[in-house]
C-alpha cells in the first residue's frame, strides 16, 4: 500500500500536470474579490448567507458572480429561484444572469440527481467546473463552498488562491469548536478571513463575538433566527423582505469596509 504522503505527492503531481489549471487563473483574471463563504459543519445556513450577500451586492451595483461548488448538497438554485435559465456555450460556459448576478452550480449538469464523488473524481468534478466557467469582469465572485474542511475545501484553497474567506457559524459551541480547526487551518496556509457572521442567534450571548476576538478574527455581526425564512425560500421578493435578509444586507457594509472595497 502505499504511503498517504505518497498519494498525496501524486495527487499534487497530476494536477501539475493538467492544462485545466492554468485555465483557472485565466477564467477569474477579471474578478477584482473572491469571497469563499464558508463554515466548520452543515447545517449553519452557509448557502443562504452566500444567495443573500450575492444578491445584496448586485443591488448595490455591483458586478456579481454566484459560484455553488457544493458538489453534493447545492442549494443556492432553490433559494433564489433559478428556475430554467441555462448557461451559454461559448468557449467554455457563459454562466446566466439571475437576478442580476452571474450564477453557475453543478445542478445545470446534475439536476435532481445525487451527485456521489469521490476522492479524484470529486476533483476532477470541481477543476472541471471552475475551468469551463468564463465569469468576464465581476466586483465580487462569490463562492458557497463545500462545508467543513474536506478534500473539496483543500482543492479549492489550492486552485484559487486569491480567495478570502467569510466564515459563517452558528451560537452553538459545537459549532464554533470546527470554525475553531478551520481558522487554524486558514492561518496556517496565510489565507485571509474576512470575518464571521453570526447566523440563528436565538438567545443574547457574546460567546461567538468574544471567541472570535481572541481568535484574532473580526466579528461581521449577528443574525437572528427568522421564523419566516423558509416559507420565503425560492421567491427572491419575499426573501429580500425577511428580517434575515434585510441583517445581512447590512453587514454587507461591515463587509465592505473590511475589504476596504469601492466602486470603480
Known amino acids: 500500500m502505499k504511503s498517504s504522503s505518497k498519494w498525496g505527492n501524486d495527487v499534487v503531481n497530476d494536477k501539475l500536470k493538467d492544462v ?6 485565466e477564467r477569474i483574471r477579471d474578478v477584482k474579490n473572491v469571497i469563499a463563504v464558508s463554515s466548520g459543519k452543515g447545517g449553519v445556513g452557509k448557502s443562504l448567507v452566500a444567495s443573500a450577500l450575492s444578491l445584496s451586492l448586485a443591488r448595490r ?11 453534493t448538497s447545492p442549494s443556492t438554485h432553490i433559494i433564489l429561484d433559478v428556475k430554467d435559465a441555462q448557461p451559454i456555450e461559448d468557449r467554455g460556459i457563459v454562466p446566466p444572469k439571475i437576478h442580476g448576478i452571474s450564477y453557475m452550480s453543478i445542478t445545470y449538469y446534475s439536476r435532481d440527481k445525487p451527485t456521489p464523488l469521490r476522492g479524484r473524481d ?33 482543492d479549492i484553497i489550492g486552485l484559487i488562491k486569491r480567495s478570502k474567506f467569510l466564515i459563517i457559524t ?19 496556509l496565510h489565507i ?3 470575518g464571521i457572521i453570526e447566523n440563528m442567534k436565538i438567545k443574547e450571548s457574546d460567546f461567538i463575538k468574544v471567541n472570535a476576538d481572541k481568535l484574532g478574527v473580526k466579528y461581521l455581526g449577528e443574525v437572528n433566527f ?14 429580500s423582505n425577511t428580517e434575515f435578509f434585510k441583517r445581512i444586507d447590512g453587514i454587507v457594509e461591515e463587509l465592505l469596509k473590511a475589504l476596504a472595497f469601492e466602486a470603480q
Open 122 to 154: 470529486f476533483s476532477n468534478a470541481l477543476i472541471e467546473l471552475m475551468a469551463i466557467t468564463r465569469w468576464g469582469t465581476l466586483d465580487f465572485l462569490i463562492i458557497d463552498m463545500p462545508p467543513g474542511i474536506s478534500d473539496a475545501t483543500l
Open 170 to 188: 452558528t451560537p452553538s459551541k459545537l459549532a464554533f469548536e470546527t470554525v475553531k480547526k478551520l481558522i487554524k487551518l486558514l492561518s496556517d
Open 61 to 71: 451595483g455591483y458586478g456579481v458572480g454566484l459560484f455553488d461548488l457544493d458538489l
Open 192 to 194: 485571509e478571513i474576512i
Open 226 to 239: 427568522d421564523e419566516n425564512l423558509e416559507d420565503a425560500l425560492g421567491d427572491v421578493d419575499k426573501f
Open 20 to 25: 485545466r489549471l492554468s485555465v483557472i487563473d
